[in-house]
């Protein structure tokens, strides 16, 4: 009698799985799962019932045998339930997820918020503040600071594909036979098609060298704004084997203006126990700052947000006297 309930069970199992709708298709799922539990509670049923036939075997035996496997079989269920409950839940995230329900801003759908991003991109073509990456001096760096670099690309880029208005970048003195072009392409999803201008020409090539402001550590005058009618540089270099002052010398070898971040205006040394601390960062650091201050309007805003802790400075408290803004800044 048993057997036959659970037939009835299994068609109406299938008839469920007839069904086109993804819900139903889930429902008929759990229908399954539990006709197995079903089946699996029968055998032990059936094989604590041959058990309790079996001669020799003492009646307390027998129920304390029955009582494991029931306890063991409800142990079974309340796992295949989490289970089935998880399971459940990764299917609606994942159907979520298909239907494009953003994170970041729940209104919009993941192809919308693409194609806003695009359509800043595009934007930035013509109105958007004009950075470079001067990418000359690669030569220079190990295949480990070239691989560095490429990452730290990556991460400029997406950085500015998240800004509400993002920059116009270039890259340049970018070879398709270097190193970085390589590595650029082998570890940046989607790198040739980078919504930004990718160029063997040096930015002096192409803009007019009394726009450019070459940012550099070394610098003696601190950035004091972005301008739309400046075009800013990042030495493209990273810093593994330190190369001092590489990227001041070949801004004042080409006779271009330098700046540094306003550091010393905002910061101050914080005591750690190395005693170390530094003014040089990444370009992807540099870059989150700017885009941050022209948000913002705000060095100490920029600064406290991208400045890494690790390199010993935080803010100039607010108590402490404020340095007058110097007359050297850029
Ligand atoms: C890792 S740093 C390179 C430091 C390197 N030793 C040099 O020759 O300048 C990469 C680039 O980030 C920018 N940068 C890093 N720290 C900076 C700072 N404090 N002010 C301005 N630019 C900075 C510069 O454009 C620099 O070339």
């Not at 069904?19 to 049923?45: A, F, K, P």
């Not at 027998?62 to 309340?78: D, H, I, P, T, Y």
């Not at 805003?301 to 050297?328: C, H, M, N, R």
Request: net charge negative; with cysteine.
């Amino acid at each position: 009698m048993r057997r036959s309930h659970v037939f009835i069970l299994i068609s109406s199992g299938d008839a469920f799985k007839d069904s086109r709708s993804e819900h139903q298709t889930e429902e008929c799922e759990m229908q399954l799962d539990e006709v197995s539990e079903v089946i699996d509670l029968l055998q032990i049923d059936v094989e604590s019932d041959v058990a309790e036939e079996r001669p020799g075997r003492e009646d307390a035996g027998c129920s304390r045998n029955v009582l494991r496997k029931q306890r063991n079989w409800e142990r079974q269920l309340a796992a295949k339930k989490n289970k089935r409950r998880e399971e459940k839940q990764r299917r609606r995230m994942n159907r979520e997820q298909e239907s494009g329900v953003s994170g970041d801003n729940p209104q919009f759908t993941k192809r919308v918020m693409k194609a806003i991003t695009r359509e800043r991109l595009a934007e930035a073509q013509f109105t958007g503040l004009k950075l470079c990456v001067d990418l000359s001096m690669t030569d220079s760096m190990s295949d480990k600071e070239v691989s560095r670099l490429a990452g730290q690309l990556r991460r400029l880029y997406g950085s500015n594909k998240k800004a509400t208005r993002p920059f116009r970048l270039f890259l340049t003195d970018l070879r398709e036979d270097s190193r970085l072009y390589r590595e650029c392409i082998r570890m940046n999803d989607g790198f040739l098609n980078y919504m930004m201008d990718i160029t063997e020409e040096s930015c002096q090539d192409l803009f007019p060298p009394e726009t450019i402001i070459y940012l550099t550590p070394d610098a003696e005058e601190a950035l004091q704004t972005v301008d739309a009618d400046k075009v800013y540089v990042l030495g493209g270099l990273v810093d593994e084997s330190i190369q001092k002052r590489l990227s001041f010398s070949r801004a004042t070898e080409l006779s271009l203006h330098t700046a540094r971040l306003p550091i010393d205006e905002y910061m101050v040394k914080k005591n750690n126990s190395k005693n170390f601390h530094s003014k040089i960062l990444a370009v992807n650091q540099v870059f989150d700052i700017l885009l941050t201050f022209c948000s913002t309007g705000s060095w100490t805003e920029a600064l406290q947000a991208w400045f890494p802790q690790g390199k010993g400075y935080v803010i100039t408290p607010e108590d402490s006297q404020p340095l007058p803004v110097s007359q050297t800044q850029t």
